[in-house]
Every structure is written in structure tokens, then in C-alpha cells.
Antibody, heavy 121, light 110 residues
């Protein structure tokens, strides 16, 4: 059974960089059948797609965050990561990592449990 | 890239049916049959319940069904049960490998 687990600091200061890692177990991140993504959810608000990364390192970001987001992948560790720079209180959210079926399937079929990141001095 | 539009809330009694709409544009919902739906219970991660507009993943109840017409996708839940009370989100492919979510709909089972 595939599992995804987010990890990283739960508290980040304003103007600093938020860094999270998603560890994939029970399956290989190096499959051409999937993309790996980040989605966030501010408290009491809806889901926001942040971006996707392919095992080859190709990345795709939402336009509104593109200038501050960097995603990377480490196939040797079966992990992928998210960096969000110059954070403000508006970046406070539960951050989820998820697997996206590529091709015609195109849905997020496995999700991590989510990790709350608070931006505060 | 704007969020897809969903009603903020819907409610119905057990046994009844409800439909949640998800309205996008000709750049996302209207151009691709790649709309998915997710169910999220409080404090939990979203769960995929519909992919490619109308396909149910293994293990998802056949009380859940999806459809699309033009720029609007819809999720229908029939025979409402108490356990269906949750937030529901649509998501669409929006070109160039990007995705966009709807604002979410809170379903209350009365």
C-alpha cells in the first residue's frame, strides 16, 4: 500500500523559506505513470494546488506562487520536496503531498496526512 | 487561473439525493474530461471519489456519480447517508500540466 508522509518545521518566521519533504513508501517515485504534487489548505478554507514534479525533475507550478516556489525530487531517497520563499501569514496552511496519475487518469489518488505550517514571528 | 466555482453549502435529509456543481471556463472544465472530485472529512486528508468526470475508483460507493456539460461538472450523491457529511472539492486540468481546485462545498445531512 502506497504511503506518503510530509515532514518539516511546523513554524516558520515571516520572510523566511518554508521547506517540506514528502517521503513515499510502498512504491517507487521513479515511475513514468505518476506526477508528485503539493496542495495546501489554509485554516477553514479550500484546497489550493501548488505544483507538480515528475521523477525526471520537470516541474509545473501554479502561476500565483511560481515566483516563490521550488520543487525538487530525490529518487535515491524516494522523496520530493517543496520550498516556498518569502513567506507571510497568508502561507499558513496544512500542506499535503499527493500522487497524481498521469495521462488520462489525471487525479490525485494517494495523499499524505498533511502537515500544518504556521507562519509567525 | 481562478478557482472553480462551487456552492458553499448544500443540505438534504438521509435517503435523498444532492448535486454539487463545479463551474469553470473553456480553459479548464470545458476543454478537458479531466475533472476529479474529492471528499474531505474534518481533520482528514481529501479522498478521491471521482476521476475523469465520471469514473469511480475501486472501493467508492456507486451512490457517487459525476457528469459534465459545457464548463460545468457535477457530482451527484444518491441515497444520502450520515457518513456522507463532509466537504467536497472538484479539481480540473487547466492546460500545461496545471490543475485548479474548486472552492469546496460543505454537505450537511440533516
Amino acid at each position: 500500500q502506497l504511503q506518503l508522509q510530509e515532514s518539516g518545521p511546523g513554524l516558520v518566521k515571516p520572510s523566511e523559506t518554508l521547506s517540506l519533504t514528502c517521503t513515499v513508501s510502498g512504491g517507487s517515485i521513479s515511475s513514468s505513470s505518476y506526477y508528485w504534487g503539493w496542495i495546501r489548505q489554509p485554516p477553514a478554507k479550500g484546497l489550493e494546488w501548488i505544483g507538480l514534479i515528475f521523477y525526471s525533475g520537470s516541474t509545473y507550478y501554479t502561476p500565483s506562487l511560481k515566483s516563490r516556489v521550488t520543487m525538487s525530487v530525490d529518487t535515491s531517497k524516494n522523496q520530493f520536496s517543496l520550498s516556498l520563499s518569502s513567506v507571510t501569514a497568508a502561507d499558513t496552511a496544512v500542506y499535503y503531498c499527493a500522487r497524481l496519475i498521469s495521462g488520462s487518469g489525471s487525479a490525485f489518488d494517494y495523499w499524505g496526512q498533511g502537515t500544518l505550517v504556521t507562519v509567525s514571528p | 487561473q481562478s478557482a472553480l466555482t462551487q456552492p458553499a453549502s448544500v443540505s438534504a435529509s438521509p435517503g435523498q439525493s444532492i448535486t454539487i456543481s463545479c463551474t469553470g471556463t473553456s480553459s479548464d472544465v470545458g476543454s478537458y474530461n479531466l475533472v476529479s472530485w474529492y471528499q474531505q472529512h474534518p481533520g482528514k486528508a481529501p479522498k478521491l471519489i471521482i476521476s475523469e468526470v465520471s469514473k469511480r475508483p475501486s472501493g467508492v460507493s456507486n451512490r457517487f456519480s459525476g457528469s459534465k456539460s459545457g464548463n460545468t461538472a457535477s457530482l451527484t450523491i444518491s441515497g444520502l447517508q450520515a457518513e456522507d457529511e463532509a466537504d467536497y472539492y472538484c479539481c480540473s486540468y487547466a492546460g500545461s500540466t496545471t490543475r485548479v481546485f474548486g472552492g469546496g462545498t460543505k454537505l450537511t445531512v440533516l
